[in-house]
């Protein structure tokens, strides 16, 4: 179905961007004059307090690259539905790529607020790619940032930073427990079993776990156990404490990560705040994308 939408949207941008090709003022073989745009892609979020994180990473891309036209696309259909009937239009990223060529932008930097580089990611340096073959002619450009946690330095930086979000009260004895989304993309799901190796140099109770991959929280509960621990956090690995965070994570339901560590005796604290509401880790994205822009200097 993604892949659908996807080679959907790629049409109706190649029909879009035959503009480009004869951009006023691009003789045969001249150079266009520099013009540059930083495009921000993430799944999407429909929940109020998500959206309001989005605008503080908007601000926070606007300071780092003030001369730079700023645009969002969400990869999620059902996501731009829902904003649609709240008034709110939002492109997938090959027709918001299209727009941007079409407008003129001879660089485009690409900024990827993934976790990981999974199918999405994956679906979107692909559209990336496409683009950049169609059009670097004239000395255009586009490249897409890295997502998160794509390496040793991106995770011990995420761990950190995360760990400034944890209630004061939290003593190191206390277990700090992840919920990564998981992914069906079985490279990019590892990187959740890395991250979990990488931060235990950083605080060894701290466990990654995922919902929909690997490992899972019969993986972690065993390793809560054998450090003795008898008070969990619960925080989410995902830019947005949505539906995963609220209801498998930390909801009422006797199948909730909450309720099955309540079962086991632990006690459970819940931190319901995504990754991309803590500006320290919008900054780690953030160096992702400066890696690139650096090459349109
Ligand atoms: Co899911």
């Known amino acids: 179905m993604t892949r659908r939408v996807c080679v959907f949207s790629l049409v109706i941008a190649m029909l879009l961007v035959t503009v480009p090709y004869s951009a006023p003022g691009s003789g045969h073989g001249e150079k266009l004059e520099k013009k540059s745009a930083v495009m921000l892609v993430a799944f999407g979020t429909s929940v109020p307090e998500a959206l309001t994180a ?92 890295r997502p998160l946690l794509s390496s040793r330095e991106n995770m011990e930086a995420v761990t950190k930073a995360l760990l400034k979000g944890v209630p004061k009260d939290r003593k190191p004895e206390d277990a700090i427990v992840l919920m990564g989304h998981g992914s069906e993309h079985h490279p990019g799901d590892a990187v959740y079993a890395a991250m ?62 909450k309720s099955i560590l309540k079962q086991q005796g632990f006690q459970v604290e819940c931190v319901l705040k995504g990754t991309a509401e803590n500006s320290e880790i919008v900054d780690i994205w953030l160096d992702n994308l400066r890696k690139i822009h650096a090459h349109f200097e």
């Open 54 to 145: 989005f605008d503080q990473i908007e601000k926070q891309v606007r300071e780092a690259f003030p001369n730079e036209e700023v645009r969002w696309a969400f990869t999620s259909g059902i996501i731009r539905a829902k904003l649609r009937e709240q008034g709110r239009e939002l492109d997938p990223p090959a027709v918001a790529l299209a727009k941007l060529l079409e407008a003129g932008y001879t660089h485009i930097a690409v900024a990827s607020f993934h976790t990981l580089p999974g199918e999405e990611f994956h679906d979107l340096y692909q559209d990336v790619r496409a683009f950049g073959l169609m059009s670097e002619a004239h000395g255009r450009k586009i490249l897409v940032s």
């Open 196 to 257: 979990n190796f990488y931060s235990m140099n950083v605080d060894p109770n701290l466990f990654v776990g995922t919902v929909e991959g690997n490992p899972t929280l019969d993986d972690i509960a065993p390793k809560l156990k054998d450090n003795g621990v008898k008070k969990v956090y619960l925080m989410p690995l995902m830019a947005v404490a949505g539906d995963h965070a609220r209801n498998d994570m930390c909801g009422d339901e006797s199948d909730s990560w």
